[in-house]
């Protein structure tokens, strides 16, 4: 079965620092891989997606992830970021293999706090 | 609608007594999702429909867990005799169908069981 991993439970950041939040996967094909956001009381918003082809993908907000085969791994970056970034992150794999499901499998998701 | 709607937003009920949560996904899309977000799980993948057919029905937690959706449209996820563990934030997504589709979610249905 396919899982995610993302190490840090909470991260904190000081406003205009770069970022890097985590994520490992294990997945027995060609994974497809997500970072979502959410914000208190909102729904997960949508970043960014690798399907296939370059490895460094650009989403909105100002935030990349690099896709990395060899080590299992699909980190997002952000170069400075802003008090408006704090939120609940979370990295998924698709699809669900087996069975005809179409889900998303989630991580237990990055809590980012910004220290002005 | 602009977006994937649920309702209601909260709902609180008693151990025991049936409940129906309501996705309407965004005009035209396809493929409809429910998720389930707890403390203790995290974001788990509770069933899929492209169109008004569920392939897939091992990933709700029990048999107490039930969904259909009709007209291609509206979803409802039911939970009989419901227990305290079934308390939850309940998501639905909606997307134009393809595993490389964008999942667009909705609020979410928080489910409190007392």
């Known amino acids: 079965a396919q899982s995610v991993t993302q190490p840090d439970i909470h991260i904190t950041v000081s406003e205009g620092a770069s970022l890097e939040l985590r994520c490992n996967y294990s997945?027995?094909?060609?994974?497809?891989l997500f970072w979502y956001v959410q914000s208190p009381g909102q729904g997960l918003q949508l970043l960014l997606k690798y399907f296939s082809g370059d490895t460094l993908v650009q989403g909105i907000k100002g935030f990349e992830a690099e896709f990395k085969r060899s080590q299992s791994s699909f980190n997002l970056r952000k170069p400075s970021v802003h008090w408006s970034d704090a939120a609940e992150y979370f990295c998924a794999v698709g699809p669900i293999l087996g069975g005809g499901a179409d889900g998303l499998t989630f991580g237990k998701g990055t809590h980012l706090i910004i220290q002005p | 609608g602009a977006g994937v709607s649920q309702s209601p937003s909260n709902k609180v009920t008693e151990k025991g007594k049936d409940v129906e949560l309501r996705c309407d996904p965004i005009s035209g899309h396809t493929a409809l999702y429910w998720y389930r977000q707890s403390l203790g799980q995290g974001l788990e993948f509770l069933i899929y429909f492209q169109g008004n057919s569920a392939p897939d029905k091992s990933g709700l937690p029990s048999d107490r867990f039930s969904a259909e959706r009709t007209g291609g449209s509206v979803s409802t996820l039911t939970i009989q005799r419901t227990q305290q563990e079934d308390s939850a934030v309940y998501l639905c997504?909606?997307?134009?169908?393809?595993?490389?589709?964008?999942?667009?979610f909705g609020p979410g249905t928080r489910l409190l069981v007392l």
């Open positions: 997945y027995g094909a060609t994974p497809y």
């Open positions: 997504a909606s997307s134009r169908g393809g595993t490389r589709s964008t999942q667009y």
